[in-house]
């Protein structure tokens, strides 16, 4: 792959073994949830399923490793956004569909891209991170609330099923996605709000991979906030 070309392969075993033994835990949780759906899921189809379980599995391991901010989070991530649009499709979910298609997608490939141009000088597959100033925090808020709203209408008129849950996760999911390209660490607060919205999603269409991967990417997203804090202040000179 011409992206990583100049980057040594070490780095990829470097960064899973910089996952801490209680993130690894939440992996092997998604593991063993959703084997046991697939095999015991009567509601949906095999190929669905087997989907679901995979897509889960990248997904883990695209957060899992953005926790850490290692640039090689990217790379699960664009597997993760394909089957995703799948799932997505087959539940009628189509406000998060589009997103995942017209902006996750190419924004992930330009994510990996990004952080590789601002890589920590001792620890080469982390990228520095950076804080917000109040008023970018204050426009962010005003942004999501209007065009909640908007985007909330739209979802109505294509007949969503979830529209006010779908609209709230597509807006404020754009906005953390593109903070997290600029590696700014509050981009953790919008994906607490958004994992806890698609949490109530996926209670409402009882899909049990989904609805664990979504706590699970919850509780991480938690402990990345903290973990990007302590990288600004401890490690990065960089914060502009």
Avoid at 228 to 234: D, I, S
């Amino acid at each position: 792959m011409s992206i990583i070309k100049n980057s040594n392969k070490n780095l990829f075993l470097v960064a899973f073994l910089n996952i801490k033994w209680f993130e690894w835990l939440l992996f092997l949780i998604m593991i063993f949830i959703g084997g046991y759906c697939v095999l015991t899921d009567n509601t949906h189809p095999m190929w669905y399923l087997i989907v679901n379980y995979i897509c889960s599995m990248m997904g883990i391991c695209c957060v899992l490793l953005c926790v850490h901010a290692s640039w090689i989070n990217w790379i699960f991530g664009i597997i993760n956004t394909c089957l995703y649009i799948i799932i997505l499709a087959y539940n009628h979910i189509f406000g998060t569909m589009a997103l995942e298609l017209f902006y996750y997608l190419p924004v992930n490939i330009i994510g990996l891209i990004m952080w590789q141009k601002h890589l920590d000088k001792t620890e080469k597959y982390k990228c520095k991170t950076r804080v917000m100033n109040w008023k970018l925090r204050i426009i962010m808020t005003i942004i999501v609330i209007f065009s909640a709203i908007i985007c909330h209408y739209i979802l109505i008129k294509i007949g969503g099923k979830t529209a006010w849950l779908d609209a709230f996760v597509v807006v404020i999911g754009l906005n953390a996605m593109f903070y997290e390209i600029k590696r700014y660490t509050e981009h953790y607060y919008l994906w607490i709000i958004a994992d806890f919205i698609a949490l109530i999603q996926w209670v409402i269409l009882a899909d049990m991979i989904m609805l664990t991967k979504k706590s699970i990417y919850l509780i991480l997203a938690v402990i990345g906030l903290f973990n990007w804090k302590k990288l600004q202040k401890e490690r990065n000179l960089e914060n502009i």
